[in-house]
């Protein structure tokens, strides 16, 4: 007899990108598909230090229970981080330390979405944003994108006719998209919240790892140009991409009446963070390592980045079309069918597979109205031979 599972499982289903995974056990495959960080990046000596420090300067604090909200010292330390990214007057009590910044999504879909709420997102988005909305019974919307992000017009024009719960955008190197919106397009997204009183939740996981010059401040810093906007942005920010997704460290800045209902719903879920990871994570951002750890992983990437764009304009040419990211982790690109080549991403991620290469199709992507033709590509995990090599494998599976 089966068991009586709640109906609103009957809204989600596992990651496709889980689901992938299992694929990926084929010896000598190269894979494009995870939006891990290279663990060969991680700054082991310098999480190693952190640890010790943790035990032997504050044990009890390191090992205890904790407050809900977070570490203090970890939490003076994370709005220090934001303070030198351009996020005025910011402190300690405005923020709360979740387990990875996915934590800070679930929280706010837990505080502010009911059943047929309309939730607007980008298209292509996040999938497991649209996963955790969907789990609350979110009806969600997607807004257009292109390589300067959200189109704001289009947006508004949403706004307007769902009136929606809130606006959740990744504008800094959008996982899949890659796109970085525009200093522009942010400061009339601050001027739509406040005009239509809705909240934005501003995701920024990937914002740290840029290329060249460093992209446009976070909403959350530019809202004290706009007056009345920082009351309707919610900032969720990640040590996931920078330094260890193993340490789950994530937080959410917002109004503090959001803030409060975040911290109930938490106490319900996990009570608080680890409160060793938090200590480690504070005594990493007092060393001073940080700024050291991100030019390492911002050359890196790079190189990686400009290897995998030059590949697939040699090996895959006019049968895909793609905007170079200029931070991040990720490829968006899209299959033209040019010369008779395979235009469905579905059945070239399977042609692919047999040809020893890996990558995520783009419809799993998309809330709404999803374009076959799309995929997603990392270059994270891979180095500059292999992401040669795997294009190259790419090419012949087209």
Not at 255 to 271: G, V, Y
Not at 294 to 301: D, E, G, H, P, S
Request: overall charge neutral.
């Amino acid at each position: 007899m089966p068991l009586p599972f709640a109906s609103r499982l009957d809204n989600v289903e596992t990651s496709a990108i889980r689901e992938l995974f299992k694929l990926l056990g084929k010896p000598g495959i190269i894979s494009f598909a995870g939006g891990f960080p290279d663990s060969a990046m991680f700054d082991v000596e310098g999480l190693r230090e952190a640890s010790q420090k943790a035990l032997s300067e504050e044990p009890g604090g390191a090992l205890q229970y904790g407050a809900t909200e977070g570490y203090e010292p970890l939490r003076a330390q994370l709005a220090a981080f934001e303070r030198s990214k351009g996020v005025a007057d910011i402190e300690p009590q405005q923020l709360i330390v979740t387990t990875g910044s996915q934590q800070a999504l679930d929280l706010i879909g837990k505080t502010m979405v009911g059943p047929g709420d309309k939730v607007i997102v980008e298209g292509p988005t996040f999938l497991a944003t649209i996963q955790c909305f969907r789990l609350y019974g979110a009806d969600i919307q997607s807004a257009p994108i292109d390589a300067q992000g959200v189109q704001v017009d289009r947006l508004e024009q949403m706004i307007v006719e769902h009136r929606p719960k809130f606006v959740y955008l990744i504008p800094t190197f959008g996982n899949p998209s890659g796109a970085l919106l525009s200093l522009e397009r942010r400061r009339r997204i601050l001027e739509l919240a406040v005009k239509h009183q809705v909240l934005v939740v501003e995701d920024d996981p990937y914002g740290d790892l840029y290329f060249g010059e460093a992209p446009p401040p976070s909403m959350l810093a530019l809202s004290s140009e706009v007056p009345g906007s920082r009351e309707w942005i919610a900032h969720c920010g990640s040590m996931s991409k920078v330094l260890s997704p193993g340490l789950r460290v994530g937080w959410l800045v917002a109004q503090p009446e959001l803030l409060a209902k975040a911290t109930m719903c938490k106490q319900f879920s996990d009570a608080h963070t680890s409160t060793f990871a938090q200590a480690t994570a504070a005594q990493y951002l007092k060393s001073g390592r940080m700024p050291a750890t991100l030019a390492n992983v911002r050359r890196k990437y790079a190189e990686r980045s400009h290897a995998m764009a030059q590949a697939l304009r040699r090996e895959l040419g006019d049968a895909i079309e793609f905007t170079e990211p200029q931070g991040g982790l990720f490829f968006w690109a899209r299959l033209t069918g040019a010369g008779g080549k395979v235009r469905d991403a579905g059945e070239f991620a399977s042609r692919a597979i047999e040809q020893g290469v890996a990558f995520v199709p783009g419809a799993p992507f998309f809330a709404k109205d999803a374009d076959p033709a799309t995929l997603r590509l990392s270059f994270a995990t891979a180095d500059v031979e292999k992401i040669r090599e795997g294009v190259a494998r790419l090419g012949r599976a087209l």
